[in-house]
DNA sequence: AGCCATGGTGACAGTAGCTGACAATATGCT
DNA sequence: AGCATATTGTCAGCTACTGTCACCATGGCT
């Protein structure tokens, strides 16, 4: 029954994050996964490319979010200041999203194949940090490099906002700016 | 036969990075490798952990001496500066590989699971220089960042250093380090 | 109402990556 | 020679993933 298709991916999403926290990656089968959301194997690989892809469903949109939000910072900031201007206008949907990726969170630490697939989301996120920063007029050259350096400095700054949560994203983006001048003095 | 374990894995790899120019990733077998090498397919997944891993073998050797230099940089440097200094010490395993790492190149720009896998091998990379970094008394939170941003600054430098072959290594990470400069200042 | 194009799905078969278990054989030491 | 150890071969098996075809629900058109 096609009912929706939207649906059933849905139910596929929930299902994948269930059984993974109950019996981890590599002891749910896609078929279980399937089963659980009502569906054939078949249908669970028609809309996830990989058994990993099911847990990183959103990771395109929020990609595309800063990508946007770089694009439009104001002309004339320096290519880190439009970066970090882009990271904190993401603050709300990094909250928003906060009670649905602390339990991911969980599994992908304790699965190395997972762990991979973040750092190919991750160098996908620069990649496109870098093709914005490059329709601002940054060269071709030091797009990329600017982007690897907003990323880890992102990275660094969710790290510790995560950690406490009386942090505001922009503050601690602050502190992670500062640290990186100290490195590069 | 059990000859020498080694000139098997030595047999393997060659093999593997044959396979991989003349039929790409995807179209070779395990079996297909293991057959040309001598062996059996189940002896190549003892050697190696799956097929991508054949490629990356001599990288655990170059971490190693990477955080080797870190760790004995005079300890007056900074972090960055242990960082720089233990670049430019790898100068010369990167001339000589340089004839091994091209053709590889080139198939892992061809396949997208090899160039995941190249991802994890940086992690790998980043996380080393973190430890080692700790060694030299650098805080905890800090030694991943600075570790990071010293592998961009790398690879940025390695780039221009292997696109053009009048350019010394040394020369070249002056020039990013003068790129890190102006992102941070 | 009937019809048709579209798209999601089930069913089935097949390939290949990867693993566990056990036997067989070569190597080094005594 | 004899023994311990390391490496490999053999076999059986699971599961991730793919190609193909038929099926059926939905929505628009006449």
Same mark, same amino acid.
């Given at each position: 029954?096609? &009912?929706?298709g939207? /649906?059933?991916? &849905?139910r596929l999403q929930?299902?994948?994050? #269930?059984?993974?926290q109950?019996?981890?990656? !590599?002891?749910?089968?896609?078929?279980?996964?399937?089963?659980?959301a009502g569906?054939? /194997?078949?249908?669970?690989?028609?809309?996830?490319?990989?058994?990993? /892809?099911?847990l990183? !469903?959103? #990771?395109a949109?929020?990609?595309e979010?800063? +990508?946007?939000?770089?694009?439009s910072?104001?002309?004339?900031?320096?290519?880190? !200041?439009?970066l970090?201007h882009a990271?904190r206008s993401a /603050?709300?949907?990094?909250e928003?999203n906060?009670?649905?990726?602390?339990?991911?969170?969980?599994?992908?630490?304790?699965t190395?194949a997972?762990?991979?697939?973040?750092?190919?989301?991750?160098?996908?996120?620069i990649?496109?940090?870098?093709?914005?920063?490059?329709q601002?007029?940054v060269? #071709?050259?030091t797009?990329?490099f +600017?982007?690897q350096i907003g990323m880890?400095?992102l990275?660094?700054a969710?790290?510790?906002w995560?950690a406490?949560?009386?942090?505001t994203l922009?503050?601690?983006?602050?502190? +992670?700016? +500062?640290?990186?001048?100290?490195?590069s003095s």
């Amino acid at each position: 029954m096609p &009912r929706s298709g939207a /649906e059933a991916r &849905r139910r596929l999403q929930q299902a994948t994050l #269930e059984l993974f926290q109950q019996k981890g990656f !590599d002891a749910t089968t896609a078929a279980e996964i399937a089963e659980r959301a009502g569906v054939t /194997e078949r249908t669970f690989f028609r809309h996830f490319a990989d058994k990993r /892809e099911a847990l990183f !469903d959103g #990771e395109a949109a929020f990609r595309e979010a800063l +990508a946007r939000a770089v694009v439009s910072a104001p002309p004339d900031m320096s290519p880190m !200041d439009a970066l970090l201007h882009a990271f904190r206008s993401a /603050e709300p949907l990094l909250e928003k999203n906060r009670p649905f990726t602390e339990p991911r969170q969980k599994i992908i630490d304790a699965t190395p194949a997972l762990q991979e697939r973040v750092l190919t989301k991750t160098a996908g996120l620069i990649a496109a940090l870098g093709d914005a920063l490059r329709q601002r007029g940054v060269e #071709e050259d030091t797009s990329t490099f +600017a982007a690897q350096i907003g990323m880890a400095t992102l990275s660094y700054a969710t790290h510790a906002w995560l950690a406490d949560p009386t942090l505001t994203l922009a503050a601690s983006l602050v502190k +992670a700016q +500062a640290a990186l001048r100290r490195f590069s003095s």
